[in-house]
């Protein structure tokens, strides 16, 4: 960039690509199973809800579910509702995509974008919950500013909440954990769940996965925050 060049400001994006090896195992089922359980995104088109799962069952949307281990779980625990799963790493794709069909998961549904796009795509109040657990903590304080929560993700989240829907966060960061809450504190249009105005006890239907018990080891503390939409007048 030349000094008459004017700055260009970084689009927030909901991944950061570091893509691990993926196992052939892993490899032959996204071959195999895409088209069972995957849809492909086309960024501008419109996202049909009803069409990617062919009912219109309550709807509820995790961005980044890493290895799948948590989608999977809510999806067993919760038949009644679809489950619409987003991520970009491949070998966790692959990893779940497995795990779908040993359980035999048909109300899950997975796309390969990033979420920020897949967001504005979705028709409004569609969702009835969105879950972000263990987002990328961008620990150095000069990256703070790549943080996936801001306000105006948060906006684009509420967009797509039906009235009493729920977002519900996770993060062992203390730090992040503090953002988090003062971020979603400022949107007048979400109330927090907790009646203290700060965390909750992490809800039963949450999965203890195996990268937070891992991160217990280490010490690391886990902070949940359960915020809803506030009702339409």
């Not at 960039?1 to 893509?19: D, F, G, K, N, W």
């Not at 995957?38 to 309550?58: M, N, S, V, Y």
């Not at 779940?96 to 899950?108: F, H, I, P, S």
């Not at 961008?138 to 509420?158: D, I, N, S, Y």
């Amino acid at each position: 960039m030349t000094q008459a060049e004017p700055a260009r400001q970084r689009p927030i994006r909901s991944y950061v690509l570091r893509q691990g090896r993926q196992t052939a195992g892993q490899q032959r089922a996204c071959t195999r199973l895409w088209s069972r359980f995957g849809r492909d995104f086309t960024p501008g088109a419109p996202l049909d809800p009803a069409r990617l799962f062919g009912d219109e069952r309550p709807l509820r949307l995790e961005i980044g579910f890493g290895n799948g281990e948590a989608l999977a779980r809510l999806a067993a625990a919760h038949p009644h509702c679809n489950f619409l799963g987003i991520e970009v790493h491949r070998p966790g794709i692959g990893r779940l995509l497995l795990t779908l069909e040993r359980e035999g998961l048909e109300n899950v549904r997975l796309l390969r974008h990033d979420a920020v796009e897949v967001l504005d795509a979705l028709p409004p109040a569609c969702l009835e919950g969105v879950y972000l657990f263990f987002p990328d903590p961008w620990p150095k304080t000069r990256h703070h500013k790549r943080r996936l929560v801001q306000p105006g993700f948060v906006a684009a989240l509420v967009r797509v909440l039906k009235p009493g829907g729920f977002l519900h966060l996770a993060t062992d960061w203390e730090d992040y954990a503090r953002q988090m809450l003062e971020v979603l504190t400022g949107c007048p249009d979400l109330v927090n769940s907790a009646p203290d105005g700060g965390f909750v006890a992490r809800p039963e239907d949450r999965p203890l996965t195996h990268f937070e018990q891992r991160g217990r080891r280490l010490g690391h503390g886990v902070r949940d925050l359960v915020f809803r939409r506030r009702p339409a007048p």
